[in-house]
């Protein structure tokens, strides 16, 4: 059975591609589950079903109209709301940006570095990875120091090791025999 979040994510990415917005409609659902994560006071109305539906629509409503401009998105949110459904606005955005990286050809990565990299680094490195999986690259980065230098890539299911650490791993690998 599909989840909540699937059903609503796959429902909105197919109105906002008739409506050519996916890439605003994304940037507003994250917008959106921010604002309700980071919130005490968001949380207790929109995510309690102590307030009645009305209730809630009428304060999804306020802060979908300062949040957000696209009326598909405000509109939506609202649905959320009424249906006691605001609990899984976070799920929806990862759920959504993942319909649309995979229509776009896009697929999301990790770096794991030594150090961090500045953004032409970090493009230097998701360009040979692109060509070796056949679709866009954008990776996100997390320092590790043990690494000592080099990377390590999760991306598309494959692992690209680029580490010091590995190396030397396989050196004393190599030296044991």
């Keep these: 059975m599909a989840s909540v979040a699937s059903v609503y994510s796959k429902a909105l990415f197919n109105v906002s591609k008739e409506e050519r917005s996916v890439q605003k409609v994304a940037g507003e659902l994250r917008h959106l589950a921010n604002a309700c994560e980071q919130s005490a006071e968001v949380k207790k ?21 300062g949040l957000v401009a696209e009326e598909l998105t405000k509109r939506f949110f ?3 709301a009424a249906k006691n459904r605001v609990t899984h606005i976070s799920e929806i955005a990862q759920v959504f940006e993942e319909l649309k990286n995979k229509e776009a050809g896009v697929v999301r990565g990790l770096a794991r570095v030594a150090k961090a990299l500045d953004s032409k680094q970090l493009k230097g490195l998701c360009e040979p ?21 080099g ?10 090791d680029s580490s010091i650490k590995t190396q030397l791993i396989k050196l004393q690998e190599v030296c044991a025999q």
Excluded: H, P, W
């Excluded at 009428?58 to 802060?63: F, H, K, S």
């Excluded at 990875?129 to 230098?149: M, N, P, R």
């Design 45 to 65: 109305v929109l995510f309690s079903s102590l307030f009645d539906s009305t209730s809630r629509e009428r304060i999804a409503e306020t802060l979908a109209n």
């Design 129 to 149: 990875i692109s060509v070796c999986l056949g679709k866009t690259v954008e990776l996100d980065q997390t320092e590790e120091e043990d690494l000592i230098g």
């Design 78 to 80: 609202i649905l959320l």
């Design 151 to 160: 990377f390590i890539v999760e991306a598309g299911g494959k692992t690209f």
